[in-house]
């Protein structure tokens, strides 16, 4: 049987999203995405809700890891691209 304490921590969205980025971020995807899974989980049967966004964006960061970094190196280039032809005054 699950102490009440260790529901309380289990659906603490805070910490678990904490728990999913430092999982994904030692390599453990699979490890994160299972946590994920799990409290999502949870929270369905217990309280009836989804994720909150700091979980969700935790998930998000899991499935698409480069996305953001891609996301700021296009960027970049694109506004020194149009910087070099006198669009854009920095």
């Known amino acids: 049987m699950v102490s009440v304490d260790d529901l309380r921590i289990q659906l603490h969205e805070s910490v678990q999203a904490c728990l999913v980025t430092v999982l994904a971020a030692a390599g453990q995807q699979a490890e994160a995405l299972a ?13 009836g809700i989804d994720p909150g966004p700091a979980l969700r964006e935790a998930h998000r960061r899991i499935l698409s890891p480069w996305s953001d970094a891609v996301d700021r190196v296009v960027q970049g280039e694109e506004r020194e691209a149009v910087q070099s032809e006198g669009v854009l005054r920095a």
């Open 35 to 47: 946590t994920f899974r799990a409290v999502r989980g949870l929270l369905v049967e217990e309280l």
